[in-house]
């Protein structure tokens, strides 16, 4: 905790005074401008406007991705940094595209913050402008925060290993599969950096606790960061300007912070800027940020309870829910021996959600298909996400819970399986569960 003290040095008092009239460096002018046009840019043209609003079935796109500008950001890439720069939706944050926006959008700021330089020259300090940027920061990397925070609150951000993550082997997954699949298994540790999360937006909410929610999230956001650059997860751009914003809000701050932690020594009362001239002004923007916090906890609340219902482990399971060996095999009539050579021959069949089935082949590859079953007449419908003129229906007889017979026509070919239920604590990441005493360790 800051101390505040009733006595400190007049020179300290004044240095710190958010009412000082002393000049700012140019160095510090200048970096202000550019963080003020380059991060205000940065984050009205990506997804955290579309946070800070927090409309629920409204799915606002990036203004960065929209006319003029993504016309714009297509022709620096392709005439200024000779990169392929093509806007798509592929769930990543790294594309090219992403890259040439942060180079487009820091041109600009840097052209800006020259031509603002120069035509305000007799400008010494951004008293007036400083609060309200400090403010957008702080409901920016709030709102972020709080929308990461209830994803993982609610585990959907790294869901827990599907039935078809079970079979797959270990060296094929890739490092971000690697580090979303071995969170998700341990839902109570995503859930406490989900609340690591909202508890940094909670507090950056609040004027009188923005340095501890700014502290909070500096913490939280070199988290992801690192994550990021040693999973290679593809959202290194977008987590290292969290990063950035976190340090920002905390800036005035700093010198506090080092002469408390560091030097031991007492410090005056926090410089941070508030906004709101009178004593009136001031209660009515601490009532609109409330407001404003109270809807981005609200909202984000709300819309991940309702993804958890729909797509998460609440969501409703397959008829024919689980892991299912393939006991014996027939294809036009001739049984199929368990040959990981016989690419043919299916190993297991797996059903999770309502719409989806798999089938894992004897080499360990996965057929994956849009499934619809009807358990009045017991027939599974499956067509293919790349095809959508191709389609199979498989009818099913299940003599018992753990036994499961299917018969249809697949690309031509009369297929008949007989399986049997995986019992699916026989995976120890499944079934291990927790155990307070251990007397060795349990590393498999």
């Known amino acids: 905790m800051i101390a505040t003290v009733e006595r400190a040095p007049a020179t300290t008092v004044s240095r710190l005074s958010t009412t000082s009239s002393e000049p700012w460096s140019l160095g510090t002018r200048a970096l202000f401008r550019l963080c003020f046009l380059y991060f205000g840019l940065y984050a009205l043209t990506i997804q955290m406007l579309g946070d800070l609003l927090a409309i629920p079935g409204v799915d ?3 203004i960065g991705k929209l006319p003029p500008l993504r016309q714009l950001i297509l022709w620096v890439g392709h005439h200024v940094l000779h990169v392929p720069a093509v806007s798509a939706v592929t769930g990543s ?11 487009t959008l820091l041109v600009f700021a840097v052209a800006g913050a020259l031509v603002w ?6 400008t010494k300090r951004h008293d007036r402008l400083w609060p309200w940027f400090r403010v957008f920061l702080r409901f920016m990397l709030g709102t972020t925060l709080m929308h990461y925070g209830m994803i993982k609150l609610f585990p959907l951000q790294m869901p827990a290993p599907s039935l078809g993550r079970l079979l797959q082997q270990f060296g094929t997954f890739s490092p971000m599969g690697l580090i979303w699949s071995s969170i998700g298994s341990a839902e109570g540790y995503e859930r406490f950096i989900g609340s ?19 502290l909070v999230a500096l913490g939280v956001t070199i988290g992801v960061f690192a994550v990021n650059m040693t999973y290679d997860v593809p959202v290194k751009l977008f987590s290292f300007h969290l990063v950035l914003m976190s340090l920002i809000v905390i800036g005035p701050d700093i010198r506090r912070l080092i002469d408390v932690i560091v030097l031991n020594k007492a410090t005056a009362p926090s410089p941070a800027p508030t906004i709101g001239r009178t004593p009136t002004a001031k209660r009515g923007w601490l009532m609109v940020q409330l407001a404003i ?4 906890v609200a909202s ?13 482990t609440g969501a409703p399971r397959s008829a024919l829910y689980g892991i299912w060996d393939v006991d014996s095999m027939t294809i036009d009539g001739a049984l199929h021996v368990p040959l990981t050579t016989d690419t043919a021959r299916f190993s297991h069949a797996v059903f999770q959600s309502t719409s989806r089935a798999s089938f894992q082949r004897m080499d360990q590859s996965f057929l994956r298909f849009a499934a619809v079953t009807d358990t009045v007449a017991h027939t599974i419908t499956l067509k293919k996400d790349a095809d959508s003129t191709w389609t199979a229906k498989l009818a099913y007889h299940r003599p018992s819970s753990s036994r499961l017979d299917l018969e249809g026509d697949i690309d ?3 297929v008949w399986v007989r399986m049997s239920l995986h019992d699916l604590k026989e995976f120890p ?11 060795e360790p349990f590393s498999k």
């Open 93 to 103: 944050g790294d594309t090219l595209f992403d890259w040439s926006q942060g180079f």
């Open 293 to 296: 916090g109270a809807w981005s």
């Open 412 to 414: 031509g070919s009369h």
């Open 117 to 122: 330089s120069v035509g305000t020259s007799d």
């Open 60 to 62: 606002m796109p990036d």
């Open 300 to 312: 984000f609340a709300y819309q991940s309870a309702q993804r958890w219902k729909n797509e998460g």
């Open 196 to 214: 690591a999360e909202i508890l940094a937006g909670l507090l950056l909410f609040l004027p009188a606790t923005a340095l501890l929610g700014g």
């Open 429 to 439: 990441l499944v079934g291990r569960g927790f155990h307070w005493v251990q007397e």
